[in-house]
C-alpha cells in the first residue's frame, strides 16, 4: 500500500471482459466520513485491508478518517481500531507485517461535521498526505454518516475548494454516498439535489453493498452469456420469480435506526428492488455503465403501480414476537424497543408499528414480462441467513410424467444464492433406477468457493475498487433512487392511513406470518425452502 508500485497487479473489472475498455483503479486518497463507525470499523477498513493483500489497491494510496470519537493520537486511534476490525471481520486473516505496511497509510482528523474549521484541517491534512504518497490530488469522499449530515458535509466541502470538476488539471473528485438515501421520496430528492449542489452526477456513487456481491453481478452473465438461458427468461416459459433475503438475526445495535424505519425502507426500496432489476432487465447493447444502469431503470418505471386496494391485497407486513433461534429464546420486536429506549434513558413509545418483515406481489408490465408474478419477501429472526433469486419455470403438460393431477412433477427451478454459500442450483427431474418409471427431482449445483477457491471478495472491497477506476456501473443513479422511491411510496402511504394498531405477526425462528403463506398459496403457489 501507499507507494508501493502495485501497477502490475491491478484487477480487471470482471464486467468488462471482452468489452471495448479495461479500467483500472487510479491512486487516490479515500476518505471516509463517519470513520469512528460501525461501518467503517466493520466493513470499510477491514476491506481496504484484503484489498491490499490481494495486490489490487492503486499504486499510490492512503487513507484518510474524519469526525469524532479519536481518543488520544488520532492517527494511533484509528490504526488501532482498523486492527481490531480486521481481526473480527476481515476475509483474509491478520498478518501483522502487512498490516504495518496498510497503517502507515491510514490517518485521522479529528472534526465535526458542522465546523468550517475542521474541514480546512482536513483541508490540509490531505495535502500532505498527497505529497507523501504521490496520489495525483486524486480525492474519493466516503459518507458513513447519517443522511442528515450529508448536505452540511457536502457545503463545507465545496467552501474549502476540495470539490473538482474531473477535469480540473486531470484529478478526480467522487463522492460515495451510503444508504439510506432519505426515507421518503421527498427526503431522497432533497439528498440528491444536496449532492448535486457540489458533485456532478458523474462524480457521484450511491452504493447499494447488495450490488457488490459475486452472485449479483453474475446474473448478467449467467443470463446473457448462456444460450440456453435467455431465450427461457421471458413469461412464456417462467411461472413466476421469488426474491428472499431472509435474516438470522434481529434488529439488534441497529434499533435506534431501525425503529420507524422498517424492512420496507430498509430492504425492499433499495437492496431488492435492485436486485429485481438485475433479473428482470433487458439486454443492454454494450456494458458502459449508463447502458447497463439505463436498463435497470427501466425494469423500475414499467414496474405495476399498487392502489390502495392493492396494498391490503398483495403486500403483507409484520413484527416478530418471542421464539427461538438456535435454541436459544430471544424477546419480540416490541419487547427490543422498550429496553432500548429505557436503556438509553429516553421516553419508550407506544406500541410500535415498525414492520420487521415484508411480503409482496409486483407485476412487471412489459413484454417479456406481462403477467408473471414476482414474489419479493425479506425480514428479521427468521430460522436461517440467506438471500436467494428463484426462477420457476412453467410446468409441463399434463400428459405422460405429469398426467395425475393430484401428483403433480416438483416444478424445474433455477436459484441463485446471494448469500451465505453463493453459488446456484438446477432442479430438475430424472428417473429414479430400478423397473418402474419413478420420477424425482434432482438438484444440479455449482458453488463459488468449490469451483473457483478460495473465498470470494467482499462486496464492498469491489464496490470501492470500482469508485477507484470510475466505474459506475454497480451504482445508483439519481433517478434509480427517485423511481424506485416513487413505487414504495403508495405502501408507506396506505400504511399511514390504515393507522393500525397491531401488525400480523410471527414467531421468532419461523418464515413469517401466515397472511405471507395466504397471499402466495392464493395464486396456487408456496414460498421457497431456501
Known amino acids: 500500500m501507499g507507494s508501493r508500485n502495485m501497477a502490475t497487479l491491478t484487477k480487471e473489472n470482471p464486467l468488462m471482459s471482452g468489452a471495448a475498455k479495461t479500467l483500472f483503479p487510479q491512486p487516490c486518497i479515500l476518505v471516509i466520513f463517519g470513520a469512528a463507525g460501525d461501518l467503517a470499523w466493520r466493513k470499510l477498513l477491514p476491506a481496504i485491508y484484503n484489498l491490499n493483500l490481494d495486490g489490487v489497491l492503486p499504486s499510490n494510496f492512503a ?74 490530488n486524486n480525492r474519493i469522499f466516503y459518507m458513513s454518516i447519517p443522511p442528515s449530515l450529508v448536505d452540511m458535509s457536502v457545503g463545507h466541502l465545496k467552501a474549502a475548494g476540495m470539490v473538482r470538476d474531473n477535469e480540473d488539471a486531470g484529478a478526480f473528485t467522487r463522492v460515495i454516498v451510503e444508504k439510506p438515501i432519505g426515507h421518503d421520496l421527498d427526503s431522497a430528492r432533497e439528498i440528491n439535489a444536496s449532492v448535486a449542489q457540489a458533485f456532478h452526477e458523474d462524480q457521484t456513487y450511491r452504493i447499494d453493498h447488495y450490488l457488490g456481491k459475486e452472485t449479483v453481478q453474475n446474473l448478467l452473465v449467467l443470463r446473457f452469456a448462456n444460450s440456453i438461458l435467455e431465450p427461457l427468461w421471458n413469461g412464456k416459459y417462467v411461472d413466476h420469480v421469488q426474491i428472499t433475503v431472509a435474516e438470522e438475526e434481529g434488529v439488534g445495535s441497529r434499533l435506534g435506526y431501525y425503529e420507524g424505519v422498517g424492512a420496507l425502507r430498509d430492504m425492499v426500496q433499495n437492496h431488492i428492488l435492485q436486485v429485481l432489476c438485475m433479473t428482470a432487465m433487458e439486454p443492454p447493447f454494450s456494458l458502459a455503465p449508463n447502458v447497463v444502469r439505463d436498463a435497470k431503470t427501466e425494469v423500475l418505471h414499467c414496474l405495476r403501480p399498487l392502489t390502495p386496494n392493492d396494498v391490503e391485497t398483495s403486500v403483507v407486513r409484520a413484527q416478530y414476537i418471542a421464539g427461538e433461534i438456535d435454541g436459544q429464546v430471544v424477546p419480540g420486536y416490541r419487547r427490543e424497543v422498550a429496553d432500548y429506549f429505557a ?188
Open 343 to 530: 436503556k438509553a434513558n429516553k421516553p419508550i413509545p407506544g406500541d410500535s408499528t415498525t414492520e420487521t418483515y415484508v411480503a409482496m406481489r409486483v407485476f412487471i408490465d412489459n413484454w417479456r414480462w406481462a403477467g408473471v408474478p414476482f414474489y419479493l419477501r425479506t425480514g428479521k429472526r427468521l430460522p436461517k441467513r440467506a438471500s436467494e433469486v428463484a426462477i420457476q419455470f412453467r410446468a409441463v403438460p399434463q400428459i405422460l410424467f405429469n398426467a395425475n393431477p393430484d401428483v403433480p412433477l416438483e416444478p424445474t427451478v433455477l436459484s441463485i444464492r446471494v448469500q451465505p454459500e453463493e453459488g446456484l442450483a438446477l432442479r430438475i427431474a430424472t428417473k429414479l433406477p430400478g423397473p418402474k418409471v419413478r420420477i424425482y427431482p434432482v438438484k444440479m449445483e455449482f458453488n463459488y468457493n468449490t469451483g473457483f477457491g478460495g473465498s470470494s471478495p467482499e462486496a464492498y472491497e469491489r464496490l470501492l475498487l470500482d469508485v477507484m477506476a470510475g466505474d459506475a456501473t454497480l451504482f445508483m443513479r439519481r433517478d434509480q433512487v427517485e423511481t424506485a422511491w416513487q413505487f414504495v411510496m403508495p405502501i408507506l402511504e396506505s400504511w399511514e392511513h390504515s393507522r393500525v394498531r397491531y401488525l400480523p405477526e410471527y414467531r421468532a425462528g419461523t418464515w413469517g406470518p401466515l397472511e405471507a403463506d395466504k397471499l402466495i398459496e392464493a395464486d396456487r403457489r408456496q414460498w421457497r425452502t431456501v
Open 63 to 136: 487513507v484518510v478518517g474524519f469526525g469524532l470519537g479519536a481518543k488520544g493520537d488520532p492517527d494511533g486511534w484509528i490504526r488501532d481500531r482498523a486492527k481490531e476490525g480486521i481481526q473480527h471481520f476481515s476475509r483474509h486473516p491478520f498478518d501483522q507485517r502487512r498490516f504495518d505496511d496498510y497503517a502507515r497509510a491510514l490517518f485521522f482528523v479529528e472534526g465535526s461535521f458542522n465546523d468550517a474549521h475542521a474541514f480546512e484541517r482536513l483541508k490540509a491534512k490531505l495535502e500532505v498526505v498527497d505529497a507523501q504518497f504521490s496520489t495525483a
